[in-house]
């Protein structure tokens, strides 16, 4: 056992029995022996006879003689850095308390102490907790661990609902069906405009033939246009109308 824990168990004991300050120096030091008591017993020396000492001048000349100062400021730094992270909150709380004994001037107040207590909580219990007003940094921490067990509870509860609750499928191929549009054609207005195509076709077809055909009146010879009313026999070349009405006359 290190000189800092022999100091929190002794002074642990004393408490129980009910000790005050004087009662738990005069113990403790009787409980001392080795290098530890030479070094009180010279620490007693410089003092004037029958000096009396309180518990915390006590266990600061302890620490001063028995711990060294790399020591000391080396768990300082830890403790300044000390955040719960993902640890659970009693175990934020025992190395809260372990390590805040080399930094006595950062919690040798109630209020001093709390804000360093919020300051290392994890987000999710700091916000809650920084609403409570007026209260002691015990009735702080058993606020956090209270805290930390509902917030255990609604996890599991959130747990055991998403593992009975039927999961959706989402297909990975992608949605042809979003981006195909088939093109559905009117029957009716094609075969209007097949038709509509033929005419126009045989119509520049006649036009084509009679230019380069042109027509002769099989009585008078003359040519006809190609406007022109055609009367056809049953044989022989056609002949204008014109001359047909003619010759119906002497």
């Known amino acids: 056992m290190d000189a800092e824990d022999w100091l929190m168990d002794t002074e642990r004991k004393l408490n129980t029995v009910g000790c005050n300050d004087q009662e738990k120096v005069r ?7 080795g290098p530890a008591a030479s070094s009180w017993d010279n620490i007693v020396a410089v003092y004037p006879a029958g000096k009396v000492f309180t518990w915390e001048e006590f266990a ?16 300082r730094r830890e403790f300044e850095s000390l955040e719960q992270k993902d640890k659970a909150i009693l175990t934020y709380v025992r190395e809260f308390s372990k390590l805040s004994r080399y930094a006595v001037e950062e ?6 102490k709390k804000k360093r207590f919020l300051r290392g909580l994890s987000p999710q219990f700091k916000v809650q907790l920084r609403m409570m007003r007026e209260t002691e940094f015990q009735e702080l921490v058993e606020a956090a661990i209270t805290l930390e067990d509902d917030f255990k509870q609604l996890q599991e509860e959130k747990r055991k609902k998403a593992k009975f609750e039927p999961k959706r499928f989402v297909s990975n191929k992608p949605n042809t ?13 094609n075969n209007n405009n ?4 033929i005419n126009y076709y045989n ?19 003359l040519l006809m246009s190609t406007g022109a009313s055609i009367l056809v026999d049953s044989v022989g070349p056609p002949r204008s109308e014109v001359c047909r009405t003619a010759a119906s006359f002497p």
């Open 107 to 112: 919690v040798n107040t109630e209020d001093k």
């Open 60 to 75: 600061r000349k302890f620490r001063e003689s028995n711990v060294p100062e790399s020591i000391v400021e080396l768990k």
């Open 177 to 189: 069906s979003l981006s195909f549009k088939p093109r559905y054609s009117n029957n009716n207005n």
């Open 203 to 221: 119509s520049r077809r006649n036009q084509a033939f009679q230019t380069a055909n042109p027509m002769v009146c099989r009585s008078c010879g």
């Open 194 to 197: 097949n038709n509509n195509n």
């Open 27 to 33: 113990y403790a030091t009787h409980l001392l022996c």
